[in-house]
């Protein structure tokens, strides 16, 4: 199958506090997960992405942690800013010229002062 | 880094008209390009997948005559909304694939109102 399940479907953080999004996939031929953000009236913007070859990368303020055995991947926002209010959407592709994005169903972050 | 190019941001037109929205990657060449719905607090939904020089491919439920998409040339793909409707009024995302890498590059979005 193509889900990408992502939870929580919304979140409140309190500024300087973590943020966490969960991601699980189901096809293990995915191999590109790319995070976005979205602000609204506009289009979604790449904030991270990972490879399954590493467990971890990190950029900035921004984190992601995967786990491939259990398919599941997680963004990480440290330091959370009132600024990070936006929608979140978690994605899987398989590489290829053609190959589409699988999108989570995104979350909604507020990060209160 | 890539940037592409969605023209107009917002559009109203009348019921029964027809509307064109624009894509453009603006510094790479995209052999394939993408258009998306977005229902309000929704994911983005694929309508189709756009090649180069060959048709679009749909995704299942979206009416290709209805939404008619053309990729004449690699730096350009266009969405034409055909006799719309009230219920065609949404927000539309095109994006595009980099070349030689895994990147997807999104426009910044077209909000269709049909009154």
């Known amino acids: 199958q193509q889900q990408v399940k992502q939870s929580p479907q919304s979140l409140i953080v309190q500024k300087g506090g973590i943020s966490i999004i969960n991601c699980a996939y189901e096809?293990?031929?995915?191999?590109?997960f790319p995070w976005y953000q979205q602000f609204p009236g506009k289009g979604p913007a790449l904030l991270i992405a990972i490879r399954p070859d590493v467990s971890e990368k990190k950029e900035g303020r921004f984190t992601i942690s995967f786990n491939k055995s259990a398919k599941q991947f997680s963004l990480h926002i440290m330091d959370s800013q009132p600024g990070d209010s936006a929608t979140y959407f978690c994605?899987?592709?398989?590489?290829?010229?053609?190959?589409?994005?699988?999108f989570g169903t995104g979350t909604r972050l507020q990060v209160t002062l | 880094g890539a940037v592409v190019s969605q023209h107009p941001s917002r559009v109203i037109c009348k019921s029964g008209t027809s509307v064109k929205i624009e894509c453009r990657s603006l510094?790479?060449?995209?052999?394939?390009m993408f258009w998306y719905r977005q229902f309000p607090k929704q994911s983005l939904m694929l309508m189709a997948t756009?090649?180069?020089?060959?048709?679009?491919?749909?995704e299942q439920g979206v009416e290709k005559d209805k939404f008619l998409i053309n990729h004449a040339s690699l730096t350009l793909s266009t969405l034409t909304v055909t006799s719309a409707h009230p219920e065609d009024s949404s927000f539309y995302i095109c994006?595009?694939?980099?070349?030689?890498?895994?990147?997807?590059?999104f426009g910044s979005g077209t909000r269709l109102t049909v009154v």
């Open positions: 756009s090649n180069e020089g060959s048709k679009a491919t749909y």
């Open positions: 096809n293990t031929a995915f191999d590109y």
């Open positions: 510094d790479f060449q995209a052999t394939t």
């Open positions: 994605a899987a592709s398989i590489a290829g010229t053609a190959s589409k994005l699988t």
């Open positions: 994006s595009a694939k980099e070349p030689f890498n895994y990147g997807y590059t």
